[in-house]
């Protein structure tokens, strides 16, 4: 009888454990005018996805990139992180924003010449 009480207590435990894994929350993107001022309208774009799970950024292309930069800024204007980011796979990126706490944050990403901007915040 005490083992079917802690094979239950077990399983509960479990139940709640995987109901407090962290989830990502997805970051609107939305096309920016480039310097150029011109958008070909003859290829179809399609726009990167971004989400971010506490102060980890996750960016995902439907192709592989070989040119996209990333730039994070805060609430401030101040930018806490510029350049490529981390590839975790062919079409999936990483950024980790330096430092901790909460704040509210703007994420530029650049793909080869169009230009995207969203915003998030961490709490």
Not at 39 to 58: C, F, K, V
Not at 98 to 116: F, K, Q, R, S
Request: overall charge negative; charged content about 25%; some cysteine.
């Amino acid at each position: 009888m005490k083992i079917k009480t802690l094979l239950c207590c077990l399983c509960m435990l479990l139940g709640v454990c995987s109901n407090l894994k962290a989830e990502e929350e997805s970051v609107i993107l939305r096309s920016v005018e480039t310097s150029r001022g011109t958008m070909d309208s003859r290829s179809l774009q399609i726009a990167p996805t971004a989400s971010h799970d506490g102060r980890t950024i996750y960016i995902r292309t439907d192709w592989p990139c070989d040119r996209l930069y990333v730039e994070v800024e805060d609430v401030n204007g101040m930018v806490v992180f510029a350049g490529t980011p981390d590839s975790l796979a062919d079409t999936e990126y990483a950024v980790e924003i330096p430092g901790n706490g909460a704040g509210a944050y703007t994420l530029w990403v650049l793909v080869d010449e169009t230009m995207y901007v969203g915003e998030f915040e961490v709490e």
